[in-house]
């Protein structure tokens, strides 16, 4: 799946909120998140406007790895 391109780290913070995951602080320009579910997990996103599509399938993959998931499998969860 072809992932967005135009998508800030606000806005991927928000998608992200689906699985369970809240805004803990923001150090500069990076975001610190965390949920609870399927166990703790920790990520952090730059709140950069577009996020590297490169960065973008880094934070995913991570993501995909916690919840059991494939990338693409998460990517068309977030992004129908």
């Known amino acids: 799946?072809?992932?967005?391109?135009?998508?800030?780290?606000?806005?991927?913070?928000?998608?992200?909120?689906?699985f369970g995951y809240k805004t803990v602080r923001q150090t500069g320009s990076h975001i610190r998140l965390t949920t609870q579910q399927n166990g703790e997990h920790h990520i952090t996103i730059p709140n950069h406007?577009?996020?590297?599509?490169?960065?973008l399938n880094a934070i995913l993959r991570d993501i995909a790895t916690h919840f059991d998931l494939t990338r693409d499998e998460l990517a068309e969860h977030l992004f129908p």
């Open 1 to 18: 799946m072809k992932l967005p391109r135009d998508l800030s780290g606000e806005n991927l913070a928000e998608i992200l909120k689906t």
């Open 49 to 55: 406007s577009p996020i590297k599509v490169g960065t």
